[in-house]
């Protein structure tokens, strides 16, 4: 089966931290992968996407990707309490496009 | 940018009546789709793809005559919970391609009671 883990939480981090989150992926022909932020009854949001290894920054946002280790994480910077929400790590597999999500981590920033 | 507009936004049924949700891309041709379901605190789950002009795909477990999925035309894509259940009270999305990357609706909170 492949799968998606990620590290449930929840995760809290002080207001102006850095949060950190992690996701390993099974399936070694995945080619692109996707963090995507969900608020509660509210459909994903696409923060950001990485294919090559390495670092991809976006504003606050950094994308890391290790095909080698199958992991990718997503570090958000100067956290805010408006960050607080469920981070979705999605794999990009090799059959029709489908995106396979791993079980998201929520993420709470305090004041 | 890539819009795909879900409706309902909440419905609330009967169990044993069935249920429509629509998803339109509007500004684009979606020739592929994807319908997630996702229950409280847990993932999206994959249920089926959906392509245009043709049978939908489903994923294992998902039954195909209580799920069902049309997709007449390059903007629209419907699923259709048949005979609904209490069990099928979930949050259902729908997601289509765009340029390499996935836009999706808004979701449809079902419930059945």
């Known amino acids: 089966q492949k799968e998606v883990e990620q590290n449930s939480g929840p995760l809290s981090v002080p207001e102006g931290a850095i949060a950190s989150l992690n996701c390993t992926y099974s399936?070694?022909?995945?080619?692109?992968f996707f963090w995507y932020r969900q608020y509660s009854g509210k459909s994903p949001e696409l923060i950001m996407f990485?294919?090559?290894?390495g670092d991809k920054e976006d504003g606050r946002f950094t994308a890391q990707l290790n095909k080698a280790s199958q992991y990718v994480s997503l570090l958000i910077r100067d956290s805010q309490p408006s960050d607080s929400a469920t981070y979705l790590c999605?794999?990009?597999?090799?059959?029709?496009?489908?995106?396979?999500f791993g079980q998201g981590t929520i993420l709470t920033v305090h004041p | 940018g890539a819009v795909v507009s879900q409706h309902p936004s909440r419905v609330i049924c009967k169990s044993g009546t069935s249920v429509k949700i629509e998803c339109r891309s509007l500004?684009?041709?979606?020739?592929?789709m994807f319908w997630y379901r996702q229950f409280p605190k847990q993932s999206l789950m994959l249920m089926a793809t959906s392509n245009e002009g043709s049978k939908a795909t489903y994923e294992q477990g998902v039954e195909k005559d209580k799920f069902l999925i049309n997709h007449a035309s390059l903007t629209l894509s419907t699923l259709t919970v048949t005979s609904a259940h209490p069990e099928d009270s979930s949050f259902y999305i729908c997601s289509a391609t765009y340029r390499g990357g996935y836009t999706f609706g808004s979701g449809t909170r079902l419930t059945v009671v």
């Open positions: 999605a794999a990009l597999g090799t059959s029709y496009g489908k995106l396979t």
């Open positions: 399936d070694r022909g995945s080619q692109s």
């Open positions: 500004d684009f041709q979606a020739t592929t």
């Open positions: 990485i294919y090559s290894n």
